[in-house]
């Protein structure tokens, strides 16, 4: 936390925003172990809080933007000597306090921070240093096959490279922490997040909880399958956060954002969307559009979703329910028309074809079920494509209420909410 000073009168006087420590001094892989030396004194710490704090009340020094200094002991080391060869006064800003007061009550502070051109090439260098050390990092990260570890999620290992272990997280559980290239430190990254599941907290949220068991539950129901991107402790861990002096990952990419949108060009004509990359539903077959996936869908393996759209008439949250069904059906290897239960999906898929099971869905109260409306894959793209019928027609069917954004009657919306439905399937459980 940002230190703070008491004046003659009593008051406390903050001279900069507070902040809680982002780790404990004794954690693993954070830059700046190394003792932290007074610029002025003896002293060093190795908590950089309680130096700030004592360069505050016994020097009357303040650093400007420490949390953006690459590498603090270094730096402090530099200044260190560079206020032994001249005074302070030289390099930095004077700030006197209650200026407009008596002059035994007035104080005057020192502002060091990189207005002046020395200490933003410092800046700049001790930026430069660190990125270079972490690249290396990275490289020899992509290049160990030393890597061993066992997935948090389950108890499969995986050995020879970091890829593996992420990638396996991204497609069986549907937790992904990024790009393997676009991490570093990944052990210390890992070593973390199994901590925080080892304390029974949510990866995301960060509540506690009392057994593992609905610690799990929790993390699904809520899709708290993932990290927050909020969360500044994870930062370092991701390359882009070292791209830069002194702008954070969102500073720089919003900064990409701007340069594509003040082109001064407002001709979009040969503007192209990213293809939507959905997966098929019963193989690891990808499409760039949907029309290819479902024909895919159709020639492949016997099955035609527009078909059955039309003939059950199935609305959107109706095909939304379906599609879960079917992924959570095929992921356990059971076929969804006779519910017989394979040793694995290829087997499925040859049982499919040969009972001609592939048009063959079960009665509809055995998908229409409300844990259906929580996606099997978190990250699945055919959901976002599902359409609810002719996507021209403008009238809204007559059961479907549509209510403003000021409801003065809530009859309607509670008698057609989706949790009626929800709340009625907790009730028959209990």
């Known amino acids: 936390m940002a230190a703070c000073t008491r004046n003659g009168d009593g008051d406390d006087s903050i001279l900069e925003p507070l902040s809680f420590p982002e780790q404990p001094p004794d954690a693993p892989g954070v830059p700046g172990e190394e003792p932290l030396v007074c610029l002025f004194c003896p002293s060093s710490e190795r908590q950089k809080d309680v130096l700030l704090k004592h360069l505050l009340l016994e020097h009357k020094l303040v650093i400007a933007d420490v949390k953006l200094i690459a590498d603090l002991p270094k730096y402090l080391l530099f200044w260190r000597g560079r206020f032994l060869e001249q005074p302070i006064t030289d390099f930095c800003s004077v700030i006197k306090t209650n200026s407009t007061g008596p002059?035994?009550?007035?104080?005057?502070?020192?502002?060091?921070?990189?207005?002046?051109?020395?200490?933003?090439?410092?800046?700049?260098?001790?930026?430069?240093?660190?990125?270079?050390?972490?690249?290396?990092?990275?490289?020899?990260?992509?290049?160990?096959?030393?890597?061993?570890?066992?997935?948090?999620?389950?108890?499969?290992?995986?050995?020879?490279?970091?890829?593996?272990?992420?990638?396996?997280?991204?497609?069986?559980?549907?937790?992904?922490?990024g790009l393997p290239d676009n991490i570093v430190y990944c052990n210390q990254f890992l070593d973390a997040l199994q901590r925080k599941l080892d304390n029974l907290q949510c990866l995301y949220c960060e509540k506690t909880f009392r057994d593992k068991t609905t610690l799990k539950d929790h993390m699904r129901k809520k899709a708290h399958r993932r990290i927050n991107a909020n969360n500044s402790e994870y930062d370092r861990y991701y390359i882009i956060n070292y791209l830069e002096l002194g702008k954070t990952w969102e500073e720089v990419q919003s900064e990409d954002d701007r340069e594509m949108v003040d082109d001064g060009d407002d001709?979009?004509?040969?503007?192209?969307?990213?293809?939507?990359?959905?997966?098929?539903?019963?193989?690891?077959?990808?499409?760039?559009?949907?029309?290819?996936?479902?024909?895919?869908?159709?020639?492949?393996?016997?099955?035609?979703?527009?078909?059955?759209?039309?003939?059950?008439?199935?609305?959107?949250?109706?095909?939304?329910?379906?599609?879960?069904?079917?992924?959570?059906?095929?992921?356990?290897?059971?076929?969804?028309?006779?519910?017989?239960?394979?040793?694995?999906?290829?087997?499925?898929?040859?049982?499919?074809?040969?009972?001609?099971?592939?048009?063959?869905?079960?009665?509809?109260s055995t998908w229409n079920q409300p844990q259906y409306y929580f996606p099997t894959y978190e990250n699945d793209a055919l959901l976002c494509t599902l359409s609810d019928g002719d996507e021209d027609e403008r009238n809204v069917s007559e059961d479907v209420p549509v209510i403003s954004e000021d409801v003065s009657n809530l009859r309607a919306l509670k008698q057609n909410s989706v949790l009626k439905s929800l709340l009625k399937s907790r009730g028959a459980c209990r």
Request: a negative charge; glycine letters at 2%.
């Open 103 to 177: 002059i035994e009550k007035q104080e005057d502070y020192f502002l060091l921070c990189d207005v002046l051109p020395e200490d933003r090439v410092l800046r700049e260098k001790l930026q430069q240093k660190r990125l270079e050390e972490v690249l290396e990092q990275q490289q020899q990260e992509r290049e160990d096959r030393s890597f061993q570890r066992v997935c948090m999620f389950c108890s499969d290992e995986f050995s020879g490279n970091r890829s593996s272990l992420l990638n396996h997280m991204a497609r069986e559980h549907s937790f992904s922490i």
């Open 267 to 364: 001709d979009w004509s040969d503007w192209q969307s990213h293809p939507v990359s959905a997966v098929c539903l019963f193989c690891d077959h990808q499409s760039e559009t949907m029309e290819q996936i479902y024909t895919h869908m159709k020639d492949a393996h016997g099955f035609d979703l527009h078909k059955l759209r039309t003939e059950l008439s199935l609305r959107f949250y109706d095909q939304v329910k379906l599609v879960n069904f079917l992924r959570r059906q095929l992921h356990q290897s059971r076929c969804y028309g006779c519910q017989e239960t394979f040793s694995c999906r290829q087997e499925v898929l040859r049982h499919l074809k040969e009972a001609g099971h592939g048009m063959q869905l079960p009665h509809k």
